[in-house]
């Protein structure tokens, strides 16, 4: 090999930030933007548009999450209802206990569900295939069941949240809400794209493609599925931690809702799971079509659509809308 | 050079009722280059599986560069420098050819500087004959490519010991003794590189030494010229 130090391939230009990072500031710009805006509409626009708007951060994070660990690595967890619900109670026992700052709850829900990813993965991630999608299925059932026995955190009945007082820059409590979510989403995003952009993103491609040749070229595939299993958990547990308080009421049924565990696959899928923003095409896309089926045909037809979707996707654009959009590119270079 | 670097012993493995290997020696000397030959289903495969970590054998210890490795994952085997191809190619697909060789350089070597490994995976394509194809999907790669990736990607690892499984196959003539070529230059600068190969032509050009397995077991093991004499290996290729 060449011992001289190689040309320059590009010239660097006069830019503060190397392009490997660009994508990275790119998020927490627009996150903070997003943040900014969120607090400066304030109460101007009707509380409707915040439901709206959670619901759909909330998929960012849940999808974003679920990538991690199924779009680089490959292994499809079916439990996102579970990690999530984690999160939830997580928040109703600490807030029966102690009445905590949300923030703190947060904390305890990503400690809790990361936990939960770590033992879940190092229990089944060892094999391959499909075991961990059926442990990570069980685990939902599993903790659904123990919720409902547990009468402490109101058990089949659910259980009433009382919203705190909320002061300072929010508006109203909803308004803080969404704001926190835009914070987390921004939050999951950036984890997401260092996580791709890492080793433990390239490592984890290697063993989505082939785990076999990924271990004898020396990617330590237990350890990476275990880091992938534990921030994606992590994630999740923060996403459901402030739901009790966004829906003020709340039981298993709610907590462990197949549309959870259902769209966080299908978000990805349809957005495309080989990048950090395809999840959030994804979130965005069907989050959105999703709330305006709500409202101007039914509930029920919002979880028919995603139905269809997925599978069209999957037939016609296996790669996501972001396998659209590079060929496309491609198209026009 | 007597020093053992990759050596087997007594090793068995069995599937279900099957007896894939049988207690089976092997040694590779550190430098040396020996052919593995075998009829189809002999359990060479097997064989190369235990050594690199797929399989655990059911008996016996395996002992590489001086330590017992039987208990060891794939991957740390690849890291201390034990590197393979497989029979059937199995690239990374949703990778360039360029990023396949980068895996090994990252994982294996430990390279962490994105221009160190680019530089090292160019160096390394250009010794396979892959240069041109850098930026393509191994989707589009024939087989003969592929073959020369999975060569260029266990080259990567920077292996003390390399295991070529059938890195020839379908190969023309004078591919055949390019690959050859690369390998001798390879075991000239180190290398001790294992062969497993049905092209006669190129284990008896190849090997120092040559190693039959048939039916699960080691039957001869010694001078290419005087193993393809035993009786027991022209009946095993020849039928009697």
Known sequence: ?333 | MNVNILAAERISKRFDGFAALTDVDFILRKGERVGLIGPNGSGKSTLVNCLTGILTPDDGSITFDGADITAIPAWVRAKRGLARTYQIPRPFRGMSVQENIEVPLRFAVGHTSARTISDAAQFILHQVGLVDKAGRSPKVLTQVELRKLELGRALAAQPKVLIADEVMAGLSDSEVDEILALLTRLNAEGISILLIEHIMRAVMMFSQRIVVVVAGRKIADGLPDDVMQQDEVERAYLGE
């Open chain 1, 1 to 333: 090999m060449s011992t001289q130090a190689a040309p320059a391939h590009e010239p660097r230009k006069s830019t503060l930030l190397p392009a490997r990072f660009r994508s990275g500031f790119a998020i927490v710009l627009a996150g903070t933007v997003l943040v900014a805006a969120t607090i400066l509409v304030g109460s101007r626009v009707s509380e409707y548009y915040y439901l709206a708007a959670y619901t759909i951060l909330q998929f960012i994070v849940l999808s974003t999450a679920w990538n991690i660990l199924g779009g680089y690595g490959g292994y499809v967890n079916f439990g996102t209802a579970g990690f999530f619900a984690a999160g939830c109670y997580t928040t109703i026992v600490l807030n029966k206990l102690f009445q905590l700052p949300l923030l703190i709850d947060m904390s305890a829900a990503a400690a809790i569900a990361g936990l939960m990813g770590f033992g879940t993965g190092y229990l089944t991630l060892r094999l391959r295939g499909v075991f961990f999608s059926i442990a990570t299925l069980a685990l939902a059932i599993v903790l659904q069941t123990v919720v409902i026995n547990w009468s402490f955190v109101g058990g089949a009945r659910g259980v009433y949240v009382v919203r705190p007082e909320i002061t300072g820059l929010f508006d109203s409590y909803a308004h803080f809400l969404v704001t926190l979510m835009v914070g987390l989403a921004t939050c999951a995003v950036l984890a997401a794209w260092a996580v791709e952009k890492s080793w433990i993103g390239i490592g984890l491609a290697a063993i989505r493609d082939d785990e076999t040749a990924a271990e004898t070229s020396g990617v330590p595939s237990l350890r990476l599925k275990l880091i992938a299993a534990t921030i994606s958990g992590a994630l999740m547990g923060m996403a459901g931690a402030p739901f009790p308080y966004y829906v003020t009421y709340i039981d298993p049924a709610t907590a462990f809702s197949l549309a959870i565990a259902l769209n966080s696959i299908a978000m990805p899928l349809v957005g495309g799971t080989a990048t950090w923003w395809g999840p959030v095409v994804g979130a965005f896309m069907l989050g959105s079509v999703q709330q305006i089926l709500t409202v101007t045909i039914s509930s029920a037809a919002n979880l028919f659509l995603v139905g269809v979707l997925l599978v069209v996707f999957v037939a016609a654009a296996p790669r996501g809308v972001v396998g659209i959009v590079r060929a496309w590119r491609r198209g026009h270079k």
